[in-house]
């Protein structure tokens, strides 16, 4: 069974961190691109940020660059993403996401997980 299931999130004032983690199992997750997408209330999915199978690439909305770090250590089967700075805007629930080039179709996701950056 494929299972990817987020944690980490929480309510966080404004300029504070919070560290999302995504547990994969039930496929060969060193294989697959991995992706951060949320969705804020009301509104439809965005990406956030992805990286290689292999941690060697790394790319982000421009939105949070500078403020996000996506990694991944494969063997823990764990994608991260490290929010620093957070703004309100960044009030989401995120999704981890895992996909292969050769099939863009086929695509496994997560339950996702609350942030909640608010004063």
């Known amino acids: 069974e494929v299972q990817l299931v987020e944690s980490g999130g929480g309510l966080v004032q404004p300029g504070g961190s919070l560290r999302l983690s995504c547990a994969a199992s039930g496929f060969t997750f060193s294989s697959y691109t991995m992706t951060w997408v949320r969705q804020a209330p009301g509104k439809g999915f965005e990406w956030v940020s992805s990286?290689?199978?292999?941690?060697?690439?790394?790319s982000y909305v421009d939105s949070v660059k500078g403020r996000f770090t996506i990694s991944r250590d494969n063997a823990k089967n764990t994608v991260y993403l490290q929010m620093n700075s957070l703004k309100p805007e960044d009030t989401a629930v995120y999704y981890c996401?895992?996909?292969?080039?050769?099939?863009?179709?086929?695509?496994?996701w997560g339950q996702g997980t609350q942030v909640t950056v608010s004063s």
């Open positions: 990286i290689s199978s292999s941690g060697g690439s790394t």
């Open positions: 996401n895992a996909g292969l080039r050769a099939t863009p179709s086929i695509s496994y």
